[in-house]
């Protein structure tokens, strides 16, 4: 009983993406409803998943890495969800399903286990503050990855011309462009302030808010790139394909400071539980 | 009664358009030719159908030989000419033949243009005609309706009807595409030629705001505009057009290319980099290929829409494979109920028969049950009937099940002979089984 919904998210996600793929190589005629709904599903356990886990903690369930990259695909996958009323093209599924599988099942190579007592630093309000916000920062950044390379494969068709099945599938560049529109300034805005309230946090409990620990570092520099990307869209007007390059390049970015500073470079957010500050681990 | 659809009638394929323009159901509107068909005998349900590529009638029928000479005489009667000369530009169906040509002329894989959307309205208003002249039956309802849910399963199960096959509509989906929606969207028009009016007609249509035109004389450009309802503006004001275009479609006579590489770099700097379509009909071309190369740019020549229109036409004909599998399928569940209403007659005669057997046998023996008692009665008449009912369950379930079977005559001709059976039948059931059978 332990991770069932857990499990059953995986199962259905990895359904849900199989759908996907299926319906990329044989039909073309009517939408991937198969996908769509075991994604929808998947959804529905997912969010019950986390609610498990909540009752399970006795609190906001993001104090352990576990929680945090299972969160991180719920987030995708529901921003996903959104996503497609607006533009139902099957390759977005079929690329975000995928994703929130690979992801879940990085997840559960991951401590989950609630050390108690909670230490005192987990046990505030700033731990979901921070996290939601970094979390829903990365999510977009994702989405806003996956329109861009969705965005350089169309463009290459239109281009050279070859319009074919994926070419219909693909959703306009328009379309792709909008995510990346719509996403910067989203995510550039959750990414500041959840840099900020990590900061807040630090300061709340350490007493400085600042100590150039490797995530620190990462974030900031995420950061600056973000901040460029922001500029180069509003000021030099830089659009279509050259911010999806920039879009995959940064979230590429992201996922090493998401990820993959806390496996290699350590300090308190360090996924082993022996770092400086915080003995049990998160993100 | 062994009830066949069958459908008479011409196409583009089998009828040149001289012969298809004299063959229209014209006079059909008061429902005069349906009528007609009605009266004929043997035929019992019609539907009438005419399109201009098609011109066609549909009818259920029980005498599957002679009717089709009958309708012809009647087709050519309501056109008012001599039939014979015609006859070789008819094609004649029956049974699942017909049924299938019903299915694929409703699915739009018989049209002309492979895919096109507007023969199910066509179909389902012919159908109503009948309806409304009580011209159509229990057979032809079924078929409809089942024409209809396969044309919906085409449709929604195939791309048959999907990819653009001309090259106006190729361009728009291109349009759309690369820019989204096109309401909002500004068309430039280089050249006021009739090319660049033609090509222009079906992309202006999905946009709201009015075109401009530029040309070489400004008069003939300002004639346009005001035939197009756009606005015009001279030759050298070009860059400004094409800072401002999100569609341009350039068709000049020019010999030299009108539009440069670095012309357009300038002007997508002005632009912001907000991409644009070009689409040059010109030949020779009106826009240096290489302008393609730049970024936000995208530049299609004739040829390059025509080679797509042809590839999507390769795709539309690879979908029509996908449908005529689903057309079969459905074709064998309607023939598989027509069969079961081919049992139907001989399993009532066969209820019949042995009903009558028992209540013969009860009045004969009803001076010897004469002591019973009303209860016992009562029983008897239960038990005896439970008795018949118990013997014909199998056969009657075995009859019903073979309309699937190919064999079906043989086994509803044995099941007559077998009970001696007469009466409600059809006289072709009882010994050939030449045409129906799909074998």
């Not at chain 2, 098609?54 to 005489?73: G, K, Q």
């Not at chain 2, 199960?157 to 361009?171: F, L, N, P």
């Not at chain 2, 001279?234 to 030299?256: F, H, K, N, Q, W």
Request: net charge neutral; with cysteine; proline share 4%.
């Amino acid at each position: 009983m332990d991770l069932l919904f857990f499990k059953i998210t995986i199962v259905l996600y990895l359904g849900a993406a199989l759908g996907y793929l299926t319906f990329l190589v044989i039909s073309s005629g009517a939408q991937p409803w198969i996908g769509f709904l075991l994604a929808v599903g998947g959804f529905a356990v997912h969010s019950l998943s986390i609610l498990h886990r909540a009752i399970f903690s006795g609190f906001v369930p993001l104090a352990t890495p576990f929680d945090v990259v299972s969160f991180f695909s719920w987030v995708i996958v529901g921003l996903f969800l959104m996503i497609r009323y607006r533009d139902p093209s099957p390759i977005f599924g079929s690329i975000v399903t995928p994703l929130a599988a690979v992801l879940l099942l990085y997840a559960s190579t991951l401590s989950y286990q609630i050390k108690e007592p909670i230490v005192p630093v987990l046990k505030t309000w700033w731990l979901p503050i921070h996290v939601v916000l970094a979390v829903a920062g990365n999510a977009i950044f994702a989405l806003m990855a996956t329109g861009g390379l969705m965005y350089i494969v169309q463009e290459r068709l239109i281009k050279t011309k070859r319009i074919g099945r994926l070419h219909h599938l693909l959703p306009s560049l328009e379309t792709l462009d909008t995510i990346n529109r719509h996403g910067l300034p989203f995510g550039f805005f959750l990414l500041t302030i959840g840099i900020i309230s990590g900061a807040l946090w630090a300061g709340s409990v350490w007493g400085f808010y600042w100590s150039w620990d490797p995530k620190e570092t990462w974030s900031l520099i995420t950061w600056f790139a973000y901040a460029a990307m922001v500029h180069q869209r509003v000021v030099l007007g830089w659009r279509g394909k050259r911010a999806a390059v920039l879009a995959i390049l940064g979230f590429a970015l992201v996922m090493f400071t998401f990820l993959g500073v806390s496996v290699l470079l350590g300090g308190h957010h360090a996924f082993t539980g022996n770092s400086r500050f915080m003995g049990p681990s998160r993100l | 009664m062994s009830l066949h659809v069958m459908v008479i009638g011409l196409n583009h394929i089998t009828a040149p358009v001289e012969i298809r323009e004299q063959i229209t159901f014209a006079r059909d509107h008061d429902g005069s030719v349906t009528r007609s068909l009605l009266n004929l005998e043997g035929v019992e349900e019609a539907v009438v159908l005419s399109t201009c590529n098609r011109a066609e009638v549909i009818v259920m029928t029980v005498d599957l030989e002679n009717a089709a000479d009958r309708i012809l005489r009647v087709v050519g009667e309501a056109h008012g000419l001599d039939v014979q000369p015609y006859r070789e530009f008819f094609y004649v169906k029956g049974a699942a033949d017909a049924v299938r040509h019903v299915f694929r002329v409703t699915a739009s894989l018989d049209s002309m243009v492979l895919g096109e959307p507007q023969i199910l309205g066509q179909v389902k208003d012919s159908y109503r005609h009948s309806t409304l002249l009580n011209a159509s039956g229990p057979v032809l309802n079924r078929l409809m309706h089942r024409a209809f849910f396969t044309a919906k399963r085409v449709r929604n199960e195939t791309g048959v009807g999907k990819a653009a096959i001309s090259v106006a509509y190729v361009a728009v989906d291109l349009a759309r595409k690369i820019l989204g929606e096109l309401t909002d969207k500004r068309v430039l028009l280089i050249g006021a030629g009739e090319m660049a009016e033609l090509a222009a007609r079906h992309l202006m249509s999905q946009v709201d705001r009015p075109v401009t035109i530029i040309n070489r004389t400004y008069d003939t450009a300002c004639a346009l505009a005001v035939q197009l309802c756009g606005n015009a503006i001279p030759m050298d004001e070009l860059d400004i057009g094409l800072a401002e275009a999100d569609v341009v479609i350039s068709s000049t006579g020019s010999r030299e290319p009108i539009i440069q590489p670095e012309q357009m770099m300038v002007a997508m700097r002005r632009r912001r980099n907000r991409p644009i379509f070009i689409i040059d009909i010109a030949i020779p071309r009106d826009v240096d290929p290489e302008v393609n190369d730049i970024d936000g740019v995208y530049l299609y020549n004739i040829d390059d829409l025509q080679s797509v229109a042809q590839e999507n036409l390769g795709e539309r004909q690879q979908e029509a494979l996908k449908a005529e599998k689903i057309v079969n399928e459905e074709v064998a569940k309607f023939m598989a109920w027509t069969r079961s209403l081919d049992a139907a007659p001989t399993i009532v005669a066969l209820k019949d028969k042995l009903e009558e057997i028992r209540i013969r046998e009860m009045a004969r023996l009803n001076g010897k049950l004469s002591g019973l008692s009303p209860g016992e009665r009562e029983a008897v008449e239960i038990i005896t009937r439970s008795i018949i009912n118990k013997i014909a369950h199998d056969p009657i379930s075995f009859l019903r099940k073979s309309g699937i079977s190919s064999k079906r005559n043989v086994y509803l001709d044995v099941a007559q002979k077998l009970f001696r059976l007469n009466g409600g039948l059809p006289a072709e059931l009882s010994h050939h089984g030449s045409e129906t059978e799909e074998e």
